[in-house]
């Protein structure tokens, strides 16, 4: 399971968590939350859910500095938020 303050690690550039068995859903992220994170890694786990906008927000640079440019997971965004 992906805890639900993931987000919190200030500066943390690239996380890679793809072939870990996690389950569960991936949490959202709060405002302020990821705003280095550059890579994000989640394919080959059991998580269920669709990918919150949150994600596709820093992923789109729409959030002030927001530099998410790598997101590889498993599942699909939702058909009104995604990327």
């Not at 303050?5 to 793809?18: A, E, M, T, V």
């Not at 705003?35 to 994600?55: A, P």
Request: charged share 15%; hydrophobic share 40%.
């Amino acid at each position: 399971v992906i805890p639900n303050n993931y987000g919190q690690l200030p500066r943390i550039k690239d996380l890679w968590l793809s072939d870990n068995l996690l389950t569960g859903t991936l949490p959202i992220i709060a405002e302020g939350e990821f705003l280095f994170l550059e890579e994000l890694l989640l394919n080959n786990n059991d998580l269920t859910g669709s990918v919150d906008e949150s994600l596709c927000l820093i992923r789109n640079n729409t959030v002030p500095g927001g530099q998410l440019g790598v997101f590889h997971a498993d599942c699909q965004p939702s058909a009104d938020g995604g990327a």
